[in-house]
């Protein structure tokens, strides 16, 4: 039996939700440049509009025929409806996201807060054993395994910037939120998975594959 964990063992139900979260991932990463740049350049035309207006002010003109003449109302409704359809074609990715998040177990994260408080990381540390095996990974003793759970532990551990809720009672740094935690654990996973591990494999459409060694191909 090899001695070296086995990454590519994992579930093909785990790889399907890693999957949806990646494509999810990176589509909304393309979606929110693109959306900025499309609003960037829509703010500058009516930059360049109000500036135009003020100058004609400045030069003697009306009211009334700047209003007319240098009107943003367009502008205004093609920034409104840019920011619409960014929302709708950022909502079923999103979901897609929030159901992918389903692979990580409750009570990670109630042992993360634990940790957090206290700085007792142990609970914590055996809840992430508990999911790597639950995704298939074949790791052969006990020291690569606790080796690997404080790998996670600490890329998905720590605080953030103190919440609005927090700062208000006198905080400056807090435990993340639920949904920044499981996004950040879920990025972890990517991470050892398709970056360090390399056994999942990016397609362009940006969904995962369990990869193919030259072995298994003959």
Not at 49 to 55: A, P, V
Request: aromatic share 8%; charged share 30%.
């Amino acid at each position: 039996m090899s001695k070296n964990i086995n990454a590519s063992t994992i579930t093909d139900n785990a790889i399907s939700m890693l999957s949806s979260y990646n494509q999810a991932t990176l589509i909304l990463r393309k979606l929110a440049n693109d959306y900025k740049e499309a609003n960037s350049a829509l703010l500058a035309q009516k930059d360049e509009l109000l500036e135009k207006r003020d100058n004609a002010l400045k030069e003697g003109a009306s009211i009334d025929r700047v209003s007319v003449e240098f009107s943003t109302v367009d502008i205004d409704r093609q920034i409104r409806a840019l920011s619409e359809k960014y929302k709708a074609d950022c909502e079923p990715w999103r979901a897609a996201q929030r159901n992918a998040r389903k692979l990580i177990p409750k009570d990670v994260y109630a042992s993360y807060q634990d940790a957090y408080a206290k700085g007792k990381i142990s609970a914590y540390e055996a809840d992430v054993k508990n999911f790597l095996a639950s995704l298939g990974v074949q790791i052969p003793t006990t020291a690569q395994l606790n080796k690997l759970a404080r790998l996670f532990v600490v890329r998905t551990s720590g605080s953030r910037r103190a919440s609005s809720k927090k700062a208000e009672e006198g905080h400056y740094i807090s435990e993340k939120s639920k949904v920044q935690y499981a996004d950040i654990f879920m990025l972890a996973i990517l991470e050892w998975l398709v970056t360090d591990k390399k056994v999942l494999v990016v397609l362009p459409d940006s969904t995962l594959v369990r990869k193919v060694w030259e072995k298994e191909q003959a």
